[in-house]
């Protein structure tokens, strides 16, 4: 019942208020997030590297309504592609990107954030590196999948996100594995309608199996972004079944989330890959990791009483 409740929070200005207001709010922000400065994410990058897994970074910003920020959050993830590149870990650093950042959202957003993502992903694919663009709620699906077709022509590196949830997506999954791309699936974040999407887990998570299934025995380079132990086993096994090596799909996971299950998978032969955000708007990413385990909210309460 809180997981509801927890989205539509993560869309209120005034909870939004309350919450990042608080510094008692820090240490758990702490958890999820790398830090605020690009500084911060190199170093939990470098450490991350070190344990022999490899990263995704998340410049962190959603829902932008000003074309100013949007040009801003563009040059943010600018100035990260060159200090991947400077660090030489550029190889197995890679980028994410909501589109809602580079200003999807606004008037003509479409062709704003396509424009804005398009300069990324060229920087990142001369420094060695690739961007996936994460998928936000399902009003703007068809947009982002637009302009990832769009980016493939010259880079056809550049990943999507679908999102087993949507009913749409086991369609999209099958378009997208013929078309040979690099796919993350994931369950979906999002406080989306019963018109659109399966409400209850366990359909979710059945449909995650049907879509993984395509993915893997698609033309594609599955990303399995999940925790979860049941659909990680059963990724091992349809990857065998699709006689996939252990370097033609990977694992991802979010930082702070199931971190022994990562150094396990990697030790076990299994490319993982951290999905680390940082920066200053942490809010909405926050949020939606309270809902989907309402058990956070424990975390958070005890870190309020024991300071
Ligand atoms: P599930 O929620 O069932 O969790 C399985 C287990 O994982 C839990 O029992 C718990 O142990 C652990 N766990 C999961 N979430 C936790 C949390 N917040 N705190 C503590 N433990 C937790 N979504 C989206 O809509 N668009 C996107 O672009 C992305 N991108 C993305 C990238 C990557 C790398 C990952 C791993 C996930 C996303 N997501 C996402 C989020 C995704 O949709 C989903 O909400 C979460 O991954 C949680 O679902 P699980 O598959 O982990 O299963």
């Not at 997030?33 to 450490?47: I, P, R, S, W």
């Not at 406080?191 to 993984?212: H, S, T």
């Not at 086993?233 to 006689?243: F, S």
Request: hydrophobic share 45%; proline share 4%; aromatic share 6%.
């Amino acid at each position: 019942m809180l997981g509801p409740v927890l989205l539509a929070a993560a869309g209120s200005d005034h909870v939004r208020r309350l919450v990042a207001g608080t510094p008692l709010t820090r240490p758990v922000v702490d958890r999820f997030v790398a830090g605020e400065e690009l500084a911060d994410a190199l170093h939990t990058t470098d450490g991350l590297l070190d344990q022999g897994l490899t990263v995704t970074l998340d410049r962190l910003g959603e829902s932008v309504t000003d074309p100013a920020q949007a040009t801003r959050n563009r040059d943010g993830y600018l100035t990260l592609v060159d200090e991947l590149a400077a660090a030489g870990i550029a190889e197995r650093a890679e980028l994410s990107v909501k589109l809602s950042a580079f200003g999807q959202a606004l008037p003509d957003g479409h062709d704003i954030a396509h424009r804005n993502v398009a300069r990324v992903v060229a920087a990142a694919s001369a420094a060695g590196t690739a961007v996936t663009l994460d998928m936000e709620d399902h009003r703007t699906v068809d947009s982002t999948l637009a302009v990832h077709r769009a980016l493939r022509a010259d880079h056809p590196e550049t990943g999507a996100v679908l999102q087993s949830y949507l009913f749409r997506s086991e369609e999209d999954c099958r378009a997208l594995a013929a078309a040979g791309a690099r796919v993350r699936l994931v369950k979906g974040a999002y406080r989306e309608p019963a018109e659109v999407a399966f409400q209850r887990r366990a359909e979710v998570d059945l449909a995650y199996v049907r879509c993984l299934r395509l993915l893997m025995d698609g033309d594609g380079y599955p990303m399995v972004g999940s925790h979860d132990p049941r659909l990680i086993a059963i990724a091992e096994e349809l990857a065998k079944r699709a006689g996939r090596a252990a370097d033609d799909y990977e694992f991802q996971m979010l930082f702070g989330i199931r971190d022994a299950e990562q150094r396990r998978l990697a030790a076990r032969g299994h490319r993982v890959r951290v999905y680390v955000p940082y920066g200053t708007d942490w809010y909405g990413y926050f949020m939606r990791r309270l809902a989907e385990r309402p058990a956070n909210l424990t975390f958070f309460a005890r870190s309020l009483v024991t300071r």
